[in-house]
């Protein structure tokens, strides 16, 4: 079997550095080099302090720390890592293109391209190209066009290409690549395959290595995301129903999970999807169906994000309904801003959007979250962070003039100081064990807690006099 000694992955993002990380620390006869033109990523993937890796994922400094300095490498310098590898990963962004053709919803590719170009320009000897990026499906055919015409420029270089889609969630990124639920890789080369499997092969049973066409692998990654996205709004959909009708809609994922062919996973209710992959995958695949003649499935996958979208102005609006209508100048604690638990990404989080509802109602926003830096809030929100204010003081001047605020708070105790209510927006596991008795002192009454991702013991916040909003709960 065809044995690859050096990788190459362009991109030290989100997937490329855990997944390296992992390759490497499975693979200790592989030389794994990560490389990336954003010279502050690569200083922090090389910061002696494992605490300040650029990407926080339980269990990723322990891989890091174990494989850094043996046979893993971050680098800026990646023509000479394309140059030195048998194997180059492409695991740079696609985010969706915001203008010209395609805006809004077709993939950019321009990374991606700069990429096939680079190794076009710095390979030395065969080289296999691996797909590691989320694509549309046929984005090898630009990839090969590329690596032909260097091929036919002369030398003794050759290229083959495959597609090895990712599918780690962030938060559990390490778990899902040490103990994959399948390895997929797409191509048209058995030999390239077979390299590839075989660096999987170190840590995941050959059965879980699905070998597929190159289409069909590129397809496929955006169809799962699609598939895992549309139950989320499914569950979404029949929450809101749950509210309007008396059920509860942990009752109705529980009855219906129980179903084998259904299934119990991924039919948590909540603030709608976030994270940089779902929205932009779907509404890929939403060009891709217009793209290719076929608008009736392109609406059909279309409606997911726009349910989700609808999820996530609905919560906003039952908000300032619950607060006689009016948000304008109070305070409200929003717990959690991240888009899941355990992880630092606030990318398309569903905190986004209802925090910049509730600010352009005039709210004052004290915002929680154990891993998010408030810098990033600022960024997300388009507004810079104001200072807190005295619990004691009454309304500030911006809010009297019913511009929207917000401050980031240390502490849950100190975003609750003198709030309206609170939202919780990220499941982390610390707002599942807050004293609400002790809480609800500190907030304005009569007070409300929005319990958004089902974190809350319901007999707890009753007893401590609080009003309680959950996802999906109807009123009996
Ligand atoms: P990211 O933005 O965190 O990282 C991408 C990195 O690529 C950046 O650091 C950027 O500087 C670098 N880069 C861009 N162009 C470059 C170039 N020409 N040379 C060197 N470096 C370059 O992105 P990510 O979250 O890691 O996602 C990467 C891809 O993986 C996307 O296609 C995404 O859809 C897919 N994906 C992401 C996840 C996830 O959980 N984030 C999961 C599965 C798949
Ligand atoms: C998702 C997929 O799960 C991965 O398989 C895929 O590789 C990845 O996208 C990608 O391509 O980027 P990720 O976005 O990191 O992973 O996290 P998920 O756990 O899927 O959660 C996505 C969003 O859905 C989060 O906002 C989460 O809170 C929400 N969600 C998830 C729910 O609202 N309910 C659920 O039952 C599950």
């Given at each position: 079997m065809p044995s690859i000694r050096s990788i190459c992955c362009i991109g030290a993002g989100y997937v490329g550095g855990p997944t390296m990380a992992v390759i490497a620390d499975r693979c200790p006869g592989v030389q794994v080099t990560v490389v990336d033109i954003n010279q502050a990523r690569i200083d922090a993937w090389n910061?002696?302090?494992?605490?300040?890796?650029?990407v926080y994922e339980p269990g990723l400094d322990a891989v890091v720390g174990r494989a850094r300095g043996r046979n893993l490498r971050f680098s800026t310098a990646v023509d000479e890592a394309i140059a030195a590898a048998d194997m180059v990963f492409i695991s740079v962004n696609t985010p969706t293109?915001?203008?010209?053709?395609?805006?809004?919803?077709?993939?950019?590719?321009r990374w991606v391209e700069a990429c096939a170009r680079q190794v076009a320009k710095s390979a030395t000897g065969h080289t296999i190209v691996v797909e590691k990026s989320t694509l549309p499906v046929r984005t090898a055919e630009a990839i090969k066009a590329i690596l032909a015409s260097a091929e036919a420029s002369g030398g003794d270089r050759s290229f083959a290409v495959l597609s090895n889609p990712e599918f780690l969630a962030e938060g559990t990124a390490i778990p899902d690549l040490e103990s994959p639920d399948r390895v997929l890789i797409g191509g048209e080369h058995p030999e390239a395959i077979d390299a590839l499997a075989c660096v999987y092969s170190h840590w995941v049973?050959?059965?879980?290595?699905l070998r597929t066409n190159l289409w069909s692998s590129e397809l496929s990654k955006l169809t799962a995301n699609a598939f895992l996205a549309q139950r989320i709004s499914s569950i979404n959909s029949v929450a809101a129903l749950c509210e309007a009708t008396g059920a509860d809609v942990r009752e109705v994922a529980r009855a219906i999970g129980t179903d084998s062919r259904i299934g119990?996973?991924?039919l948590n209710a909540g603030p709608g999807f976030g994270g940089s992959c779902f929205q932009k995958d779907i509404l890929n695949l939403v060009y891709l169906c217009r793209h290719f003649g076929l608008p009736d499935v392109a609406d059909y996958w279309e409606s997911v994000v726009q349910l989700n979208t609808w999820q996530q102005h609905r919560i906003a609006r039952l908000v300032v309904q619950k607060l006689f209508g009016t948000v304008t100048g109070k305070r409200l604690a929003i717990l959690?801003?991240?888009?899941?638990?355990?992880?630092?990404d606030t990318r398309e989080a569903p905190a986004i959007r209802i925090a910049k509802d509730l600010l352009e109602e005039g709210a004052q926003l004290a915002i929680h979250d154990p891993k998010v830096e408030p810098e990033q809030i600022a960024r997300d929100l388009s507004l810079p962070a104001s200072e807190a204010p005295n619990?004691?003081?009454?309304?500030t001047r911006a809010s009297l003039s019913g511009e929207g605020t917000w401050w980031p708070s240390a502490s849950v105790a100190a975003a609750l100081e003198g709030a309206d209510s609170v939202l919780i927006l990220t499941e982390w596991n610390q707002y599942r064990q807050l004293d609400w008795t002790d809480l609800a002192q500190r907030m304005r009454q009569p007070a409300w807690v929005f319990d958004a991702r089902s974190v809350v013991d319901p007999d707890q916040v009753h007893a401590a006099g609080l009003k309680l909003w959950r996802i999906g709960e109807g009123q009996p």
């Open positions: 910061d002696a302090d494992l605490s300040k890796l650029p293109k915001t203008k010209g053709l395609g805006a809004g919803q077709a993939s950019d590719l049973p050959q059965e879980r290595i119990p996973k991924f959690g801003f991240a888009f899941k638990a355990d992880t630092n619990a004691e003081s009454g309304p």
